[in-house]
């Protein structure tokens, strides 16, 4: 039986992000706007109304070009796509077909054999459509959404699993939040992804018929629908069948693909340059400063922390995910400065912090503990001023108040108990009050040696420094072992 | 040249959502031929030397800054449809699928 091998190409659609839409001023706003309030007589496509280029979006798609490695078209127009389906007023689409804005890019990405290029073919400019709503035979027609800017990225077929897909989807939407094009929410419908599959005898160089799977909306719907087209297409060749080349649709509460188009009735699209639209011809000066304005990117950025700061690199992709968390992170490591490796900040912000990120719901941007007060509350740690167990305690109410790390430890008293004097006393005292755990633990029960500690730590409120009382603990319970 | 086909016709016809008549489409096939016709002319130019042209109007460029404006009130950007429901365009339902 002959092994098969998986190609897949994406085509992925981003809103991008600007105040007004594509080719009129209408506010690009509309996520859960009432229907048709957005709107005005460009975007609705009446008799006489022309459109003007949004020169944001523009600047936009050249950044997100830009951080796909791609080439920067100079010479840029729109043509006409023409349809007729009613989530297009006009009747056409106005898009860039011959002259893109950016070509021939990568995007790396992390597989099990180390990083990968996706090669990118194209991003270009175009405009959304609007919203139908299909219900007992009539369609509702909701226009706030035609006209907003949307980037086109399209791949070549260069993904070999569905895990790829998933980790180039990941990484492409990291990388347009990073850069500020695309919120990338995905159950706004921010991004929206099309699919090419074939499958081809392992080792073979040519590429078996493809079938593309359109209308999904979620890097789930992605990875359902490869996997079942997959599947499908799989037994066709095993049955010594062939693939047709059909364009298909996904229904995820079905988990099946549906046939949308067979190639004999594929769209003639009639495209022509759009005579409304002068053509574009990108200046150099504001290429260069649109790339001189993008920000350290995700790859980069996680590079930078693993050699900078000593990081492994499971632990920088997770402080790098977001562009927020990093910018946090940097500042903090910053504030902090000498007093504590980087490595073990990380730890605190990964543990202690995310935790509190997460059970608040606010953006890490937006927390009332900022770098400079989560270093202050690390230096003291450093400093042996607190322990450990305090200073999460101290971060909690540091968190819920906003409050200054040295102000709480010195309105709670939570300064660390280091007086080994004053523990001694108090763990002699303890083991006098429980003759039968010290019997127990005397017996060869060392697991007990926990819950003396933390009686220890109960009767100090968790103050006492932990060296110490285990110093203590450990010279006392093998004095009294041999008293006997 | 030889006239278009009645089926390429149609499939201009279809494109366009024109419905026609048999002699429609035989007219048709004549007076699209003679466009073709005509603008096979254009083609014995010699265009060697000339960039590609796409528009040929003395502009470039012409962008607007990302500033949104309020655009029509909800009656007016209804006031011309056929008809209506919740503040929607109402159409005869329109599936591209075959499902």
Not at chain 1, 116 to 135: P, Y
Not at chain 1, 197 to 226: D, H, M, Y
Not at chain 1, 240 to 259: A, D
Not at chain 1, 447 to 468: D, S, Y
Request: charged share 25%.
């Amino acid at each position: 039986m002959p092994t098969y091998e998986v190609v897949i190409g994406l085509e992925v659609h981003a809103e991008l992000i600007t105040q007004s839409k594509m080719f009129c001023a209408c506010s690009a706003d509309f996520f859960g706007a009432p229907p048709n309030t957005h709107v005005c007589p460009v975007c609705l496509a009446m008799p006489g109304a022309l459109p003007v280029i949004n020169r944001e979006a523009v600047a936009q798609t050249i950044r997100a070009g830009l951080a796909l490695n791609c080439t920067i078209a100079e010479d840029v127009r729109f043509e006409r796509k023409n349809y007729t389906y009613p989530d297009l007023p006009k009747g056409y689409q106005i898009t860039q077909y011959e002259l893109p804005q950016a070509v021939n890019g990568w995007l790396e990405i992390d597989t099990p054999d180390g990083s990968k290029r996706i090669r990118i073919t194209r991003a270009h400019l175009e405009e959304d459509t609007g919203k139908l709503v299909h219900e007992n035979g009539v369609s509702l027609v909701d226009y706030n959404r035609a006209g907003v800017p949307l980037l086109e990225i399209v791949s070549e077929p260069d993904m070999r699993s569905i895990d790829e897909v998933n980790e180039y989807l990941t990484r492409l939407r990291q990388l347009l939040i990073y850069i500020g094009a695309s919120t990338g929410d995905l159950e706004k419908g921010a991004m929206r992804m099309e699919a090419n599959v074939s499958l081809r005898p392992a080792g073979s160089q040519e590429l078996g018929t493809k079938v593309e799977i359109k209308n999904l909306n979620s890097f789930r719907a992605v990875r359902n629908a490869l996997a079942y087209e997959i599947a499908r297409q799989e037994k066709v060749l095993r049955e010594g069948g062939q693939v047709e080349q059909v364009t298909l649709g996904w229904l995820e509460h079905e988990g099946r693909t549906y046939v949308q188009r067979t190639k004999e009735e594929a769209h003639d699209y009639r495209y022509f340059p759009e005579p409304d639209l002068p053509p574009l011809h990108i200046d150099r000066a504001w290429v260069e400063e649109l790339a001189a304005g993008l920000p350290e990117l995700p790859r980069a950025r996680r590079q930078r922390f693993v050699e900078q700061y000593g990081l492994s690199r499971k632990d920088a992709d997770i402080l790098t995910a977001e562009r927020a968390v990093a910018d946090y992170f940097d500042a903090l490591v910053a504030a902090v400065g000498d007093a504590m490796p980087p490595k073990k900040v990380a730890n605190w912000v990964m543990g202690d912090l995310f935790r509190l990120v997460n059970e608040s719901g606010l953006p890490i941007s937006g927390i009332p503990v900022t770098p400079a007060k989560f270093a202050e509350l690390l230096k003291l740690l450093a400093a042996k001023t607190i322990n450990a167990n305090t200073a999460s305690q101290v971060l909690k109410t540091m968190f819920r108040t906003g409050e200054d790390a040295g102000a709480i430890v010195e309105r709670e008293g939570l300064a660390q108990v280091s007086d080994e004097a004053a523990l001694e006393r108090l763990v002699d005292r303890l083991l006098a009050e429980h003759p039968d755990e010290v019997a127990r633990y005397r017996a060869g029960k060392t697991q007990l040696f926990g819950w003396f500690v933390g009686q220890v730590m109960r009767e100090t409120r968790g103050k006492a420094n932990p060296g110490v009382v285990k110093k203590l603990l450990e010279g006392r319970l093998a004095e009294h072992g041999q008293d006997e | 040249m030889p006239k278009l086909t009645p089926d390429e016709v149609r499939h201009i016809a279809e494109l366009a959502k024109l419905a026609l008549t048999d002699e429609e489409i035989e007219q048709y096939a004549s007076d699209l031929s003679a466009i073709l016709d005509y603008a096979r002319q254009l083609q014995q130019v010699n265009t060697e030397h000339i960039h590609p042209t796409a528009s040929v109007l003395p502009l470039r460029n012409v962008m607007r800054p990302d500033e949104p404006r309020p655009g029509l009130a909800p009656e007016d950007a209804l006031a011309n449809a056929p008809e209506r429901q919740d503040g929607y365009f109402k159409v005869h339902a329109v599936l591209e699928c075959s499902q």
